[in-house]
């Protein structure tokens, strides 16, 4: 298994450009499967959840060709209903098939998501929303198994605002009879970037941007041609990279409005922002202050930058407090931190930090994708020479990391395993 060796304390500078948004692109390769013919996705990130998902949309019979950042997907063939176990316990955004296999070819076979590094996640959205549209499911030796002859338009009202569900909602809804409203719709640019891509297919799914979305159902739908959205965690880790080595960095390529509500903390700790067009160039401060946050669903503060921002908060000149109210046990990047001579408690969803003047460089193992690049962000910052093991977990979210890291000056090496 590789590793990263980092030696940390040294600044960074220039321009880091933006990759394509991996939980953007993920719901989009598979609405893929709604439509006969090929689909083309321009700015797609080498990342390992990609190649996984596109093989399962071999598995599934579609031909996937991946060159120069662009993904195209021949459905052609597709009709294998099925996302076996291998796969779905790999990478949870598998379930996202149930919506479109249900909505083009009335039946999907899914093996049951089990648990995962930051909780329990899950699926019962995902279920009742299939449900609501006419399909009958059955869970059987591990398997979801849906059916339905004729999905029928319906209201889905969610009792929680769910990413995921809300996408299958979508997917399953758009090829379904008649008229679906969906209630407590998730407002993240993910979902936008989905329905942007279903309207392209032929879809009439109004109300993005907003909670309730009406979809009316349509009888066929056609391949589509899209650039992806840049990667809003990916854009939001490199500013904290920038502030946590009290560095003066631009990331360019993003969406800044995309990740407000980061931004705004951060200048709560001190940061200062000029934001041109697609770029942010940041500006760090000389004490970091400390600010509290809780996550929430978009726009509030994402779960998806709660361990980065923690990792800045462990510098901070004072206490705060970091909530997460998404993932209550999405905390596994604390015990790593303490090994980095950050002071941090824990209890129950809730972080208590107490900022402490430098962090020491140590040996430390990533647990999740974004654990994975908060052990990156404290290496950097912290004195001496720190290792990170089990990287496999950044190679799932994070385009060419070490490389756009050391392009910017710092001292990170990959040790092949
Ligand atoms: C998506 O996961 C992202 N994954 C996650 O990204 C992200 O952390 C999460 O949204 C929240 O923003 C992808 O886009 C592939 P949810 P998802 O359904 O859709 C509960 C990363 O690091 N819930 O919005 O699985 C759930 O437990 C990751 O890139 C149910 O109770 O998240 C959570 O508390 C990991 N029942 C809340 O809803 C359900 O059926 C929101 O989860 C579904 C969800």
């Known amino acids: 298994m590789d590793k990263f060796i980092i030696k940390g304390g040294r600044k960074l500078?220039?321009?880091?450009?933006?990759?394509?948004?991996?939980?953007?692109?993920?719901?989009?390769?598979?609405?893929?499967?709604?439509?006969?013919?090929?689909?083309?996705?321009?700015?797609?990130?080498?990342?390992n959840d990609i190649k996984m998902m596109a093989h399962l949309l071999r598995v599934i019979g579609a031909r996937v060709e991946f060159h120069d950042n662009i993904l195209e997907i021949d459905t052609s063939?597709?009709?294998?209903?099925?996302?076996?176990?291998?796969?779905?316990?790999?990478m949870r955004a598998s379930i996202y098939v149930m919506g479109p296999l249900l909505g083009r070819f009335g039946k999907a076979r899914v093996s049951f998501p089990g648990g995962c590094a930051i909780g329990t996640r899950p699926v019962d959205l995902h279920l009742e929303a299939m449900e609501a549209l006419g399909a009958k499911i059955e869970i059987e030796h591990g398997y979801i198994n849906a059916n339905c002859k004729n999905m029928k338009g319906n209201k889905i009202n969610f009792s929680k605002v769910s990413v995921g569900a809300t996408a299958n909602a979508l997917m399953a809804a758009v090829l379904a009879q008649g008229e679906t409203n969906i209630y407590n719709a998730a407002l993240e640019p993910e979902i936008d970037s989905l329905i942007d891509f279903l309207n392209l297919m032929g879809a009439r799914i109004e109300g993005k941007g907003t909670s309730q979305l009406k979809i009316t159902g349509v009888s066929r739908l056609k391949p589509a041609e899209m650039e992806m959205i840049p990667d809003r965690i990916e854009a939001g880790t490199y500013l904290i990279a920038a502030a946590i080595t009290k560095s003066e960095l631009t990331v360019s390529n993003c969406i800044p409005e995309h990740i407000q509500a980061l931004i705004n903390r951060m200048e709560d700790a001190g940061c200062l922002f000029e934001i041109m067009g697609r770029s942010?160039?940041?500006?760090?401060?000389?004490?970091?202050?400390?600010?509290d946050i809780i996550t929430q669903p978009y726009p509030d503060f994402p779960t998806d930058l709660q361990a980065q921002f923690l990792a800045l908060m462990t510098l901070a000149d004072g206490q705060c407090i970091v909530e997460d109210t998404i993932f209550p046990d999405r905390f596994m990047h604390v015990a790593e931190l303490n090994r980095l001579d950050a002071d941090i408690s824990l209890d129950k969803n809730i972080a208590t930090i107490n900022g402490v003047?430098?962090?020491?460089?140590?040996?430390?193992?990533?647990?999740?994708?974004?654990?994975?690049?908060?052990?990156?962000?404290?290496?950097?910052?912290?004195?001496?020479?720190?290792?990170i093991s089990r990287i496999y977990h950044i190679d799932r979210g994070y385009?060419?990391?070490?490389?756009?890291?050391?392009?910017?000056?710092?001292?990170?090496?990959?040790?092949r395993g």
């Open 13 to 47: 500078s220039g321009e880091v450009e933006i990759s394509g948004a991996k939980n953007a692109i993920l719901p989009i390769m598979v609405a893929t499967l709604l439509a006969e013919g090929r689909s083309v996705l321009h700015n797609v990130p080498y990342l």
């Open 77 to 90: 063939h597709a009709g294998y209903c099925e996302a076996p176990y291998e796969l779905v316990s790999k």
């Open 280 to 291: 942010i160039k940041i500006f760090p401060p000389r004490i970091i202050t400390p600010v």
């Open 357 to 387: 003047e430098t962090l020491s460089g140590a040996e430390v193992m990533a647990t999740d994708l974004r654990a994975s690049a908060t052990l990156v962000l404290a290496g950097l910052a912290a004195r001496g020479q720190t290792t």
């Open 399 to 415: 385009e060419h990391i070490e490389e756009k890291l050391k392009k910017l000056g710092a001292d990170i090496k990959r040790v």
